[in-house]
């Protein structure tokens, strides 16, 4: 029987490969983008106490009211923004569940979507699925800012929507606030959406500021706002994500989203919700800055090649030039075969493989993993394989 393929990514992604690559050859994982350190006890102390207090069935479509209301409030203490918690938030399993229900509820056969490259790879997939198109705009190098030009020769009447990411994941970037007025100047007087995933929004260092989307009025009106607890409360697997738009946005978010999964994870709602709502939570960004030090720190020993450090996000972009010219798939998968260290090639986040000979490293992980793994690395000599 012909099964349709629904977009154009085939075979297993990198992200799983590498994981089976280092189980197998036991090998240290900076690969994929998760901690290895606990969560906070409270948090999960709140888990327990939702699931033997009775918070163990569905929860109402659009998320936990106190979980929403506690969202709501979090943002204006952070960021000054008023949001409704009834008409603008819903909660979702992960941030890429919301990416995928914003696109499809605005997007049609024959639409195209501005991608920027490189990208987390669900997005690409997300939009054919829709039957629409990825239009790509390459970030430029070295920095990986955006070159406003090309997104506005990009543009076209079939243009629906732009999606954008900062902190971003894989380069560290972190838009400034003329990124966003820059982007309001070309869509000013369109009808294109946004789709903005602030994921790592907490994630920031250095005292830079994160901008979000809902603070730019203008852009707040046509964007999807789009969130996961997992990257900051460091609990991936929770897979809590949510989503904030206008109240008419929301109503076509839930219109899918109420036949995707209709409701989400009742007990870590509740959990997520009550922690929320404490008077004073960790500084998860001050957390990531220290481990983002310490590792930046332990490569200076190491052949590699630092072209910016992370200004956000969980990830650092390393060079290997001095080390080796093979493309960069294959000296990740040799670094973790013969070194121990698995990691990603940057090439797997761009549609045409681009190599620039790069690689990522999560250093969201204890001191003592980063030093394991620094300490293999240090072997590299520069040509070790030239
Ligand atoms: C840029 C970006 N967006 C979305 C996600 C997905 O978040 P979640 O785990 O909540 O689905 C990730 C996870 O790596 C990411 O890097």
Redo the contacts with the bound molecule.
Sequence with gaps: MQLPQKHSATGTTIFTVMSALAQQHNAINLS???PDFAIDAKLGQLLEEAAQGGWNQYSPMPGLPMLRQAIAKDFERRYGVSIDADKEVTI????????YTAFTSILEPGDEVIVLEP??D?YIPNIETNGARAIIVPLSSPGFSVDWNLVKDAISDKTKAIII?TP???TGAVWAKEDWDQLADLVRGTDIFILS?E??EQLIFDGMPHYTVLQHEELRQRSFA??????VFNN?GW???YCIAPPAFTDAFRRIHQFLCFSVNTPAQYAIGTYLSQPVLPDVGALMQQKRNYFLDLLKDTAFTIHQPAAG?Y?QIAGYEQISDLPDTDFAKWLTQEYGVATIPVSAFYSNKKDDKLIRFCFAKKEETLKAAVDKLKALKPATVL
């Design positions: 994929q983008g998760f979702t399993p992960g941030a890429t569940y919301a990416i990208a987390y669900s990411n971003h994941n894989p995933d994921v790592y789009l969130y996961s607890f997992g990257k991936t897979k809590i994500g996000s990830f």
